[in-house]
C-alpha cells in the first residue's frame, strides 16, 4: 500500500469582483489560466492550466512584512521565461512593471512586479539559469 503525499500545487482559488474578466486578463496577458499550456489530447483541457515542472517556493511571510501590501494576504508568484520580453510586451499593453536592484540575485535570479485589475501583486519571477 502507497503511503499518501502531496505532489505539487493543484490551483489557487481567490475572490475578485468580476472573475470572469479577471481571468481573461491573465489569459490574454500572461497566457495562464483555463485552457492555457500543454494540454493536446487531455479531456479537461477546457479546465485546466498546464504549466511546465520547475521549482516553486512556499513561504508563509510575518504578518508586518512590507515585501507585499500589507492588505493583502498573498502574492502570487509566477516562473517566467524571456523576463525582459515579457515586461516589454507587457508594458505595450500599458502594464506598469517595478523593478528593484536589490530583489535579484545570481543565486534566485531576477524578479519583476505587476498588478492585476483587481490590485493583488504579481512577482514574475526568472530563476537563473542552469
Known amino acids: ?3 499518501g503525499r502531496v505532489l505539487g500545487m493543484g490551483g489557487l482559488f ?9 481571468s481573461a486578463w491573465y489569459k490574454q496577458h500572461l497566457g495562464i489560466g483555463p485552457g492555457c499550456g500543454d494540454a493536446e489530447g487531455h479531456p479537461a483541457a477546457d479546465w485546466f492550466w498546464f504549466p511546465e515542472a520547475g521549482p516553486m517556493v512556499f513561504q ?3 504578518a508586518d512584512s512590507d515585501y507585499f501590501a500589507a492588505d493583502k494576504g498573498f502574492m502570487i ?13 507587457l508594458g505595450q499593453s500599458g502594464i506598469e512593471t517595478e523593478r528593484c536592484d536589490e530583489w535579484d540575485s545570481p543565486e534566485t535570479g531576477r524578479f519583476v512586479r505587476i498588478h492585476d485589475p483587481d490590485g493583488n501583486a504579481i512577482e514574475l519571477w526568472e530563476p537563473p539559469a542552469t
Open 60 to 62: 508563509p511571510f510575518k
Open 14 to 22: 481567490f475572490r475578485s469582483s468580476n472573475p470572469d474578466a479577471l
Open 1 to 3: 500500500m502507497s503511503e
Open 77 to 89: 508568484n509566477l516562473r517566467v521565461s524571456g523576463l525582459d520580453a515579457l515586461v516589454a510586451r
